[in-house]
C-alpha cells in the first residue's frame, strides 16, 4: 500500500469539496456541504489549503486533514479542523499516516501547538490522536435552549451593559484570546460584544452572534464566550454572569438560542446556563499537543 499526499490548494474547489464530503460519509454528525459552503467556511475559519492535505492510496483519493494557523503572543498554533479517511479505506492505518504527515507539515511550519476537538463518542478517532501524542485538557460543550426566560427581567441593577462589536473585547484590560479557536478573536470578528461595567469597570464580558432570518427578523443567538473580571467571589461572579447572559438572551426574545463550546471546567457557567433552561446537545474533547 503506497500512502501519498498533496496540499490541498492543488486541487480544484469542487474536488476538494468532494473529497471533504465523501470521506465524513457515514460520521457521526452530518459535515457534509455544497462546494460554495465549503467555500465559505474555509474563508470564515481562515482555513489554509496550502497547509491541508489531501491523502492517497495507491493514486485513489482516500483522506482530507484541514488546518488552519493562527500566532498568539509570538507563538504559532495550529488547528486541525477536520480529518477523515474514506470508508473503504478505514481501518488500514491509513489515518494515522496521514495524522503523522500533518505533524510533520506542522514542524515544517514551526508550530508549538497543536490543537483540535473529537466528538467525545467517537472513541477510535480520540484514541488515534492519543497515540500520536495529543492529550485531552479539557471538554466542550454545546448547548441549546427552545423556551423564553420568561423568569428573567431585563434589569442588570448594580451593574450597567455596554453593547459593540467583538474585536471591542480586547480593550478589556484582562481579556485573554484563549486557546479554543473557535471561541477566539480571530473567529469572532463579526460577532457581538456585552460588556457588564461596576465602578471598577469592565466586570465581566459576554461575546455571542445574532442570525436574522430571510425576512430580517432575529432568528438565533448563540454564546461563545462568558467570562468574569479574576478576583471576585462566587457570589458576584454569578452575578455578573447573570447580567451578561440576561444581555445576550432578552426576556422577551422567543428565538433559537445555543452556547457552543463551553468548557465543561467551567461549572458555574454551565449550572447557570441549565438553571436558564440550557440543555447539553453535543460534547467534545478539547485536545492539545505541544511540539517540541
Known amino acids: 500500500m503506497n500512502i501519498t499526499f498533496q496540499p490541498l490548494s492543488e486541487l480544484p474547489i469542487h474536488q476538494a469539496s468532494e473529497l471533504w464530503n465523501q470521506c465524513f460519509e457515514g460520521y457521526i454528525s452530518n459535515m457534509s456541504m455544497s462546494a460554495d459552503r465549503f467555500l465559505a467556511r474555509i474563508a470564515h475559519e481562515c482555513l ?14 482516500a483522506g482530507i486533514v484541514m488546518n488552519s494557523l493562527r500566532e498568539d503572543d509570538g507563538i504559532l498554533g495550529a488547528w486541525n479542523r477536520g480529518t477523515a479517511i474514506k470508508p473503504e479505506f478505514r481501518g488500514q492505518g491509513v489515518g494515522k499516516a496521514l495524522m503523522l504527515r500533518n505533524l510533520e507539515l506542522y514542524e515544517q511550519l514551526g508550530v508549538r501547538r497543536a490543537l483540535l476537538e473529537a466528538i467525545t463518542t467517537n472513541d477510535k478517532a480520540v484514541q488515534l490522536y492519543t497515540t500520536i501524542g495529543y492529550e485531552v485538557s479539557d471538554r466542550l460543550v454545546i448547548l441549546a435552549a427552545d423556551k423564553p426566560f420568561r423568569h428573567v427581567d431585563d434589569t442588570f441593577d448594580p451593574y450597567s451593559i455596554i453593547k459593540g462589536r467583538g474585536m471591542e473585547a480586547m480593550t478589556i484590560p484582562w481579556f485573554v484570546n484563549g486557546d479554543i479557536w473557535q471561541n477566539g478573536l480571530p473567529s469572532l470578528k463579526d460577532a457581538d460584544l456585552a460588556i457588564v461595567q461596576d465602578e471598577d ?18 432568528s438565533s443567538i448563540t454564546l461563545f464566550r462568558c467570562e468574569v473580571r479574576p478576583g471576585h467571589s462566587t457570589a458576584t461572579a454569578v452575578a455578573v454572569r447573570r447580567a451578561a447572559l440576561q444581555a445576550v438572551w432578552p426576556a422577551k426574545f422567543e428565538g433559537k438560542r445555543t452556547a457552543f463550546n463551553i468548557r465543561r471546567s467551567d461549572a458555574d457557567l454551565l449550572e447557570l446556563l441549565g438553571e436558564l433552561g ?8 478539547f485536545m492539545v499537543k505541544e511540539m517540541s
Open 48 to 61: 489554509a489549503l496550502e497547509h491541508s492535505l489531501a491523502c492517497y492510496v495507491d493514486g485513489q483519493p
Open 201 to 218: 469597570g469592565a466586570a465581566g464580558f459576554a461575546l455571542f452572534k445574532q442570525s436574522f432570518d430571510s425576512s430580517g427578523l432575529l
Open 278 to 285: 440550557f440543555t447539553e446537545t453535543m460534547e467534545q474533547v
